[in-house]
């Protein structure tokens, strides 16, 4: 798929996704994968998407980014004890991962997470995210089922917070509106900046 891309966008980053944020966070969003015309293009999770509007718009109005959000990697958006990541690295084939692109992406996800050395809480947009996040942090999937604005604590003693994605779909059919979105991402931040 990345060849493809490549030959039709050569000028896109068209690549796995690196992480974007403070490396010292104690709060890290997981959402699904690299939107084609989004963070494929971009190089950066949830920028240049629809999704990525809703994100940032409710990590600056709680103050977990600051700067400006100009749909483009150099638009000198700064995030604050914050860290986004993905379940998949790069762009799946019709917006829908596999099975084998989330398994063989699961050790960069917990790479990614175990290199955190503050991290108290773990976001995840939707159910692939959840699933790979519980997994990743050692958990298992009976014991923590997805559920919007569920809490979950991992074996680790790190929590995991659910939320529906931040899809154009979801924000479209009123699965996931603005004010839900803000309510769950500020709860997030709350455990994970409470005192232990």
Known sequence: MRQVNRATWPDWFN??????????????????APGLRGANRT???????????LLYDTLLALGLACGHYAEHAGDGLVLEDLFITNAVRCVPPG????????HACR??????????PNLRVVLALGSIAHQSAVKALGGRLPKHRFAHAAVHRLPSGLL????????????NTGV??????RAVVARAHALATAHA
């Open 107 to 116: 050790p960069f996800l917990a790479a990614s997470l175990a290199a955190l």
């Open 15 to 32: 690549a796995p996704v690196p992480g974007f944020g403070d490396p010292l966070a104690r709060l890290a969003i997981v959402g699904l």
């Open 95 to 102: 917006n829908r991962p596999t099975t084998a692109e989330i």
């Open 160 to 171: 995991l917070v659910d939320s529906y994605h931040c899809s154009r779909l979801n924000q």
């Open 43 to 53: 190089g950066r999770p949830f920028t240049g998407d629809h999704a990525g509007l």
């Open 176 to 181: 996931l509106t603005a004010d839900m979105f």
